[in-house]
Every structure is written in structure tokens, then in C-alpha cells.
């Protein structure tokens, strides 16, 4: 894939996209600084330590959410850093909605009372789950963050991983997650084998199905990856064949899914089309030089 593809894509992330994520793109493509990522990820935090207002583009009340945590644990790992003071916040709050077996649900009740998406509105579940538990914890794994709340949520990932017997796109997500960060490599990947037919089961396998789905890149987005196992050479390079091919005329990728409000959109093709790239370029899909 062509500078000229990047070139596009930049184009349309300063066009689009949050200021969060206009740093995001600055930082992974053009040598950017980290310090303006974590300054206006501050803007999204709560005095309770969780962070909230609109983080997730489809949660827009001020209140902290779960889900809203494991972005800003995302954006975090990205760069690199993690500053105590600001994880021990994190995992405080993440105490104060943590259920008795160990797990967050993604959203809490308060959702309902906020603008957000009618799935999250809507949302009845409120128990503990392996999404995004697992994906916060395989996160805080994978920074050697040593905290009670971490130990206690890594009990209840493996006790939840135990009784599986179906899964969903997003928690297969957040699962593998886990299973790429946690230190219990033998374990981890004997319980990969186990679910494995779950998790292929909802994966899309043809490059070129459109709606809602999630595909192979979406699970395994880069070579070394633990979810790039379930899949064979032939189908990561027919689906990075493909991801290639839709990027649009403006630039961005677009959404795989209906959009609950117009604001929301150039939002979410912001943070699609950051992720789209980084996938092209660690598979080696992505000229990063510019002519």
C-alpha cells in the first residue's frame, strides 16, 4: 500500500476526527509527541478516577464507565506509559463497580440517564463480564500494573473462561486480550484451544461480507498476536487484501455497523481509520514513507 494511501488518510483524520485522536495519528505516523495524548485524555477523566464524557463516542454523559476505562487503557498502551498515580485511580474506581465475583459490567445503570446509543440505554445486564473485564485486565497484564483489583478480576476471567460454552464477537475480543497478556502462557494457550471453535464461530471468514460483523483482523490485529493462531495465512492475507481495498474516497474506512447519530460518525471513522492503519502496518501492508 502507497504513501499516497496514508497521505489520504491523514487528510481525513484532521478533517474528522477527535483532537484525541488527531494526536493519536500524529504520535504513531509522524513522530509525534505522547504528551498531548495523555493532556487531553485528562479532559475525559472523573475526580472518581474512571473517565467518562463521550471517551466511547456512543456514551456521552459525564459520568465514568467501564468501557470508557478500557478505552483510556488502550490509548494508554499505546504509548507507552502508565503513570502510577493515575493507574491507582483507576483501579480505585474500577473497585467501586466491581461486582462480588471480581467483574465490571460494560456500562452501569447510569447509562440510561445520559445521551448514548439505544444499545447502551437499553442495556439490562449489569453483572460482571469478560467484556470488557478481560480486556482491562489483559491490559493491566501486559504493563506489569500490580494492583488487588487486577489479581482479583484475573480470578474471575479464569473462572468465567472455565464456563464457557458460547461467546460473542466482542467478548471473544476482549478474551483474547486476555489470554495475549496474562502470565500463565501454558494455561492461556491450552484454554485458546479449548474455545477456539467458539470464537471462530462468530468471526466472519469472508473478506468481503459488510454489516455488523467482526473478521479475523478484528480479533488478531497484528502478526505476533495470540487470536492469529485460529486463523491460516491464506485468510489474514485475503482479509488485509480486502482491507486495503475499502478504504474510501475521503480517505477513512468506513463503519461496519448503523450509526445511532450523525455526530457520532466522523467520531468513530477517526478511531476505525486509526485502527485499520496501524493493522496495515504491522503486517507490513503500510508504506510509511513518505515520496
Known amino acids: ?3 499516497d494511501t496514508l497521505h489520504a488518510a491523514e487528510h481525513f483524520v484532521m478533517r474528522n476526527a477527535r483532537l484525541i485522536d488527531r494526536h493519536r495519528f500524529a504520535f504513531h505516523f509522524q513522530s509525534g509527541p505522547a504528551e498531548p495524548i495523555r493532556t487531553v485524555l485528562d479532559a475525559y477523566r472523573n475526580v472518581d478516577g474512571g473517565y467518562g464524557n463521550g ?5 456521552r454523559g459525564h459520568g465514568s464507565q467501564p468501557v470508557a476505562v478500557e478505552f483510556a487503557l488502550r490509548y494508554l498502551d499505546e504509548i507507552g506509559t502508565m503513570p502510577q ?3 491507582n485511580g483507576i483501579c480505585t474506581y474500577l473497585n467501586t463497580v466491581t461486582d462480588d465475583k471480581g467483574g465490571v459490567p460494560c456500562v452501569l445503570p447510569s447509562a440510561r440517564h445520559t445521551e448514548a446509543a439505544p444499545w447502551w440505554r437499553e442495556y439490562t445486564d449489569f453483572r460482571g ?3 470488557p473485564t478481560a480486556t482491562i485486565t489483559g491490559l493491566l497484564h501486559k504493563n506489569h500494573v500490580s494492583h488487588p483489583w487486577r489479581d482479583h ?8 473462561l472455565a464456563a464457557m460454552n458460547w461467546t460473542t464477537p466482542s467478548e471473544a475480543i476482549a478474551v483474547c486480550t486476555f489470554l495475549q497478556h496474562v502470565p500463565e502462557r501454558t494455561r492461556a494457550l491450552r484454554e485458546l484451544d479449548r474455545i477456539a471453535p467458539m ?7 469472508d473478506p468481503t461480507a459488510t454489516g455488523h460483523v ?4 478484528d480479533i488478531a490485529p497484528h502478526p505476533d498476536h495470540i487470536a492469529t493462531r485460529l486463523f491460516t495465512d491464506s485468510q489474514i492475507h485475503a482479509h488485509l487484501d480486502a482491507l486495503q481495498r475499502t478504504q474510501q474516497d475521503d480517505g477513512g474506512w468506513p463503519l461496519t455497523w448503523d450509526n445511532w447519530t450523525e455526530s457520532t460518525t466522523p467520531e468513530w471513522r477517526g478511531i476505525v481509520t486509526l485502527r485499520r492503519l496501524l493493522t496495515l502496518r504491522a503486517h507490513g501492508r503500510l508504506d510509511t514513507h513518505r515520496a
Not at 154 to 159: K, V
Not at 199 to 205: C, F, G, H, L, S
Open 1 to 3: 500500500m502507497s504513501s
Open 55 to 59: 471517551l466511547d463516542p456512543d456514551l
Open 85 to 87: 498515580p493515575l493507574l
Open 129 to 131: 463480564s469478560l467484556n
Open 153 to 160: 478480576a484475573t480470578a474471575f476471567c479464569w473462572s468465567q
Open 199 to 205: 470464537i471462530t464461530a462468530v468471526i466472519e471468514p
Open 214 to 217: 467482526r473478521k479475523p483482523l
